[in-house]
């Protein structure tokens, strides 16, 4: 059972946003969630953006610059890479935490350990 | 072998870019840097943004990391207080102490306080550190009138900084008879005094304090001529003291008036010793400014490893940042008649003064002064530093300066030599400018910024750095559109006619047909926008919800915290006693906060993201809709009373507004745009303020369009007059269809029409002659777009699929977000404040 110990099942995949976000609770903390269909790799990262603290990563747009793919926070369009966390608005705010996620049977997984 | 170690005493602007050079050069050095005050270096020329919500950290200079990265050993709160030269230690307040190779005193200044009886009482500033403006703004919660000593650079700005914390009543106090008595003349000080006047500063020349009196809190002030000014605070800001205690108490010399004594070096008496910004006094002169400390910091970390350079003075032309008024000096700035020509060009109702000194010959520009316009400033000084021969008619530089573009400004950059310093604060040069664009291949002025660090400093020089790199691409051939970004290889309006002619229905259709890669935050609400515009359709459909902002993925605002606005429409701002009510039920239900707008509706914050559909719900049942707060689309349309209650009142203005609001609602534009409908000429609808007006006149109406107010506020132009109710709207629909399909993004309508060719006459034979043969395909169009308006909310609540994603966790849709904090304010509700970092 070691398997489920360290996964979190996050939802189904259909309850999952296309090209967007969702939010998942994992206990006391908040987990961003991406499913970026295009490319069809799925992140996950945590929810609270570390320019002014707000819960909403899960709620921006994602996209990429040259590959690298990226979600923009909505609140001040800060930018931050869904594969290392890194800020890349160049006035840095400190990276993010980053987690990985698979997908088994239909179910989103995202792991509770960050990257 | 062991490396040479270096301590820098005071981690202020100087010293950080001391290190960040030095470490540049060479990995030789250990290098232990002191700081007195709690925080990393941070950015004191922009202390002042810290009153409008910047943050210390963004003020910070590096990031809380990059002293490690760079294997710098980093004390703060912990001051130098002893130097033992023969050994070479320094003692630091914690009661240690260190070995230097080589001392570098970057200890700066402090704020000079003259010796005025009550300095000392509660109440009375300084202006210097985030401490400073900390105790500042605190104070100022219970202050209602205050002072500032000293009418200079930084005075003014301190002062400023009061008016807007709330300080009803700010004076200045200024010992000399004029402004800014080192960069300005009397004339220009005149001026300068009439514009800050218009800002509700009140100033006093001429007047010199000989006593701050009240018990233990400052209450008034007391001057030489027997008057007296009650005050409830006071900010000195009377000039600037060199940190030179330390140096001083360890035999290193000092000037007479203070500031360590450097030479071309930066070296004091002591060849282990240098001092660098405002604590080094060069050749009799203390630099107050940044440019001029770096140039020191760079000419020091230059000659540590073995480089040869050498400061010989620098250039004090300044720019003043106060918001909403130019104030320039550069070069010789007082040279008077008989040892130049002057020209002075005065206009008293737009409050401009320039006056620029020419050489005798009529061939050089030796120096000058700017007030109320400083567009020229950054040519000007270019002029005068790189020598530049002048024009035969050299007023041309003054009167010319408006003109912009490819003027005097465009053929002046071609002039400058390769040399020429563009960005002092980092040392830029043109060429290294024209450089990065040419082989480094800059498109952007970030990738500028990036490569030569131009623009980072004060930032002053960024104008001009963009008209060079506009200037290198034209030399180049380059055809330089706007593209949207990396994504698009199109201008917005190649890509709605693409969009339009291809009818493509959602934003992964068009990033597939003309698009690259993913997409971004850029051209996803962008494509959105033009989508809306051209179809209308609900823009949560199709997958098109993940292509918009956050506010219009959610159908509203998302405010400070993490919560949302809702603002249903009030069509002219008219509202039934019964429609009162459900505004007011619905807001006590779910906990949200009421206010009346600026755009005569009410407005209900902090709702959760969950109750958003239920609310809305019930706003919809008892007649309302959404008023599209959130998106770039139709706002308000506001009203007077007009004719059916104003004894002056022409025509029935609300009835019109209402008309013209339900008209255009829920269409989407590059921009919010914004209306209004006043029943006569007294305009208490502020008709003119709007992206189109409408006027009441005896005979009909006036239509005046491109208004705005905003952070730039400009009166919107008449466009026709006399209309009837009919053909006033056929106008509009041509103004409005014209607009969309040509304004850049995120243009409002008065931007839009200050960089079209021809002006206000053009876009007249437009709408009203159809001189581009348009006019019938937008009235269709615009047509087709009324037709198919719905309301978005309607449709979003009856929609199961898309009011599942109005939830805040997709593994528990029932709960809130836990995280946002509300707190009580008179009565009601607000968020609390962003958590500090
Ligand atoms: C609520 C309101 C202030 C109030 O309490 O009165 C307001 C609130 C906001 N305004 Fe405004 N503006 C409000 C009237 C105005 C007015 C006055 C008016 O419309 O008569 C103006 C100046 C007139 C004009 O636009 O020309 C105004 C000029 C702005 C601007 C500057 C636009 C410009 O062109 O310079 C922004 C920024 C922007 O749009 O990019 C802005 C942006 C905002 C935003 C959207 C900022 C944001 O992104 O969160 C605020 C949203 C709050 C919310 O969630 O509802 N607001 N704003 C007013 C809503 C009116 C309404 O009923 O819809
Ligand atoms: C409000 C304001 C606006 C300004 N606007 C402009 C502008 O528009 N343009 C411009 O060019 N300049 C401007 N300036 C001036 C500019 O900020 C200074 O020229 C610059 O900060 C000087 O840098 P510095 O490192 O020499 O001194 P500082 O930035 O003052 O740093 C010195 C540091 O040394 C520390 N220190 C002192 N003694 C010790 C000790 N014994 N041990 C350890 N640490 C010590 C101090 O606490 C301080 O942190 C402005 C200044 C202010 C206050
Ligand atoms: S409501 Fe408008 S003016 Fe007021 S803080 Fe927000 S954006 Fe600024
Ligand atoms: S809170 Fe995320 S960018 Fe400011």
Known sequence: MTETSNWLAACRVEDAVENGGVCVK??????????????????AT??????????????????????????????HKKTFSLHTGECLSGDECGAIKTYPVKIDNGVVYIGKYPK | MKKAQIIVIGNGMVGYKFCEKLKSKSESFDLIVFGEECRRAYDRVHLSEYFNGKTAEDLSLSTATWYEEQNITLFLSNPIVKIDRDFKMVYAADGLSYAYDYLVFATGSAAFVPTIPGVEKDGVFVYRTIEDLELISEFAKKAKTGAVIGGGLLGLEAAKALIDLGIEQTHIIEFAPRLMPRQIDPAGSEMLKSKLADLGLKIHLNKNTTSIEGEEKIIAMQFSDDTKLEVDMLVISAG????????????????????????????????SVFAIGECALYDGMIYGLIAPGYEMAEVLAANLCEGNKEFTGFDMSTKLKLIGIDVASFGDNFIDEPDCRTIIFENKHKGIYSRINVSNDGQHLLGGILIGDATAYNMLLQTVNNKIVLPENPEELIFGSRSGGDGVEGAGIVSLPDSALICSCEGVSKGDICGAVTNLNCE???????????????????????DLMVHTFKSQGKYIKNVICEHFNYSRQELFDLIHIHELKSYDEVLNEFGKNDGCEVCKPLVSSLLASLWNEMILKKGNDVAQDSNDRFLANIQKGGSYSVVPRVPGGEITPDKLIIIGEVAKKYNLYTKITGGQRIDMFGAHLNDLPVIWEELIAAGFESGHAYGKGLRTVKSCVGSTWCRFGLHDSVSYAIRIEERYRGIRAPHKFKSAVSGCIRECAEAQSKDFGIIATEKGWNLYVCGNGGSKPQHALLLATDLDSETCIKYI??????????????????????????????????????????????????????????CEWKEAVENPAIRKRFSHFVNAPEEKDPTIEFVDMRGQKRVAEWKTV
């Open chain 2, 240 to 271: 600037i003291k060199p940190r030179d205690e330390l140096a001083k108490a360890c035999g290193i010399e000092v000037g007479p008036r203070g500031g360590i004594l450097v030479n071309e070096k930066m070296q004091t008496n002591d060849p």
């Open chain 1, 26 to 43: 994992n206990g006391e903390e908040q987990i961003a969630l991406f499913y970026f269909k295009r490319r069809n790799e799925w992140f």
């Open chain 2, 444 to 466: 952007n002025l970030d990738d500028i910024k990036k490569c030569t660090k131009a623009g980072t400093g004060c930032g002053g020089c960024i104008p001009m750095v963009k």
């Open chain 1, 46 to 75: 945590q929810n609270e953006c570390p320019h002014r603290k707000q819960m909403a990563l899960s709620r921006g747009m994602i996209g990429s610059t040259t590959d690298e793919p990226k979600v923009a926070c909505p609140f």
């Open chain 2, 733 to 790: 629909d041509r103004f409005l269809m014209f607009y969309i399909r040509t304004a850049d993004p995120l243009t409002r309508t008065a931007t839009w029409l200050n960089k079209m060719e021809g002006g206000i006459d053009y876009l007249r034979n437009v709408v009203i002659n159809d001189s581009l043969g348009m006019a019938a395909q937008w009235e269709q169009e615009i047509e087709n777009l009324i037709s198919s308006y719905k």
